[in-house]
């Protein structure tokens, strides 16, 4: 009687630990946490100070004795305690306030918890994700690839006898795969995504006109402006961009168009798709009919950059589509394999209990 109160209590949860952002979603409630991956702490006592979107207001912008720290660095974990004390907080969060009355329970329920990583980590990166939720009190934590939980979460049909592409372009990494019977045929991992184009804006700001901006400001014109492929409409949208002069030292705005931008972007964007034509060519012909009948799908936050479909489909000659809302496929494909409990036995990389 008291596990089923307990389990009843303890909200199964799916979480997309991503490089720049970090999704939860409640079995039966949908996605209830979208915040940053940024972590706010005091440098000399390394108490936490703020996680999320209040710790990312704080980047590039603390005192000396305040650092903002991004934990994961190309989908994994660069500081495991932080990151641990960052799931503890979300998990925490998410079970509030189980209940407020007289049978209030006198702690947390631990929950079951599946986290999408990517596909190219190590067996060490693999354990530290697992024991960094566990240690931040999941009762059980399975892995699953993000390329298949983006599969799932696109409502793609991954146990079939069928040929599935997709491509998750995230913060920190790139994951390219090809699936079919509940598992990924090809893949790779390519730790090359949103960081690397915002890093390619601020050199292009620095090498066109001598001015240094911060990655935040990047990514701010990256999302409003960026693009990766000529759009009529579009190619006419300028923004202005604030940052320091180099010569002078003294601040400094340019007007910068979209094109300049998509220049920018374009190494980034031809090593996706050099990736993307490894894959391709790798694939046995029988999937790969498949994959010219059905098309590649994107997922991710890179799949918003404009233009992005029709570039990948002009490079490769196959149809592109990008996920519904693409920024939770992930998140969304673990909450599907919450409920489907055989799928999870399928694609699981590893799991369990302590």
């Known amino acids: ?30 996605i209830v946490i979208r915040e940053p991956t940024v972590v706010a702490l005091h440098k000399k006592t390394r108490q936490i100070l703020a996680i999320g979107g209040e710790a990312k207001r704080m980047l590039g912008r603390t005192p000396a004795a305040i650092e903002a720290v991004r934990p994961l660095r190309d989908g994994v974990i660069s500081d495991f305690d932080t990151t641990e004390a960052m799931l503890r907080y979300f998990i925490h969060k998410v079970h509030d306030s189980p209940s407020k009355g007289r049978f209030s329970l006198p702690k947390i329920p631990k929950p079951r918890v599946v986290v999408g990583i990517p596909s190219g980590v190590t067996e060490v990166e693999r354990r530290a994700v697992q024991d960094a ?23 793609l049909p991954v146990e079939e006898p ?51 901006i911060g990655e935040r400001t990047a990514e701010d014109v990256k999302i409003e402006i960026g693009s990766a492929y000529p759009l009529e409409k579009h190619d006419s949208a300028a923004t202005v961009i604030r940052g320091r002069d180099l010569a002078s030292g003294l601040p400094k705005s340019i007007k910068v168009t979209a094109s300049e931008i ?22 046995p012909p029988e999937l790969l009919t498949d994959i010219v009948e059905r098309g590649i799908y994107l997922a991710g936050g890179g ?14 000659k196959l149809p592109v589509y990008v996920a519904d809302d693409p920024l939770t496929t992930v998140v969304r494909g673990c909450g599907e394999v919450l409920d489907n409990l055989d799928l999870l036995s399928k694609v699981k990389v590893t799991g369990g209990l302590r």
């Open 1 to 30: 009687m008291l596990n089923k109160l307990w389990s009843y209590f303890a909200h199964d949860v799916g979480i997309d630990l991503g490089t720049v952002n970090t999704l939860v979603l409640v079995k039966g409630k949908g």
């Open 133 to 155: 939720c566990l240690s931040a009190g999941a009762r059980e934590a399975f892995l699953i690839e993000e390329p298949m939980a983006a599969a799932i979460g696109a409502k």
């Open 162 to 212: 069928e040929g599935v592409m997709v491509a998750d372009i995230g913060g920190g990494t790139t994951e390219i795969a090809v699936i079919s019977l509940g598992g990924m045929v090809l893949n790779r991992s390519l730790r090359v995504a949103g960081d690397e184009m915002d890093e390619a804006i601020v050199s292009y700001m620095r090498v066109r006109y001598g001015m240094l």
């Open 262 to 283: 998509r220049e920018a972007l374009t190494p980034i964007v031809s090593q996706i798709i050099s990736s993307i034509h490894e894959v391709l060519e790798e694939t």
């Open 303 to 316: 799949a918003l950059i404009k233009g992005l479909d029709k570039r990948i489909a002009e490079e490769t």
